[in-house]
């Protein structure tokens, strides 16, 4: 079975946004803030959980389905809440870690975890 690529729009996580990765209008095209926000988790973007401030954990609180990719890059955590729900469609882009230590937290992963 081989990877199909795809060009991913990147979009990174807005400083002081650590915790708040399910809304839309907290990312933005460049690891500075600056940029536009997507208009969805849609299958053609890639959300990297970095930013300028050097934010090293970013904590899931809320159920989130994204169809595109998630990238954790190396020296980065995504933390899962108690009863959260991380749905991915697309794949996991991952030299970091990710932590799904709540209570019922869960990853559901249709996609490749690279």
Excluded: C, R
């Excluded at 729009?9 to 839309?24: M, N, Q, R």
């Excluded at 955590?77 to 937290?105: K, R």
């Amino acid at each position: 079975m081989y990877a199909k690529w795809v060009p991913y729009v990147k979009y990174y996580i807005k400083s002081g946004s650590t915790s708040a990765l399910t809304s839309t209008s907290n990312w933005t095209g460049y690891p500075d803030g600056s940029g536009g926000n997507p208009t969805n988790f849609g299958s053609d973007k890639i959300f990297i959980l970095d930013n300028t401030s050097g934010s090293s954990t970013f904590n899931l609180n809320s159920n989130w389905t994204v169809l595109g990719a998630i990238q954790i890059p190396q020296g980065k955590t995504l933390n899962i809440a108690d009863n959260v729900t991380l749905e991915l469609s697309g794949d996991i882009l991952n030299s970091g870690n990710i932590l799904a230590a709540g209570l019922n937290s869960q990853v559901i992963l249709n996609g490749i975890y690279t």
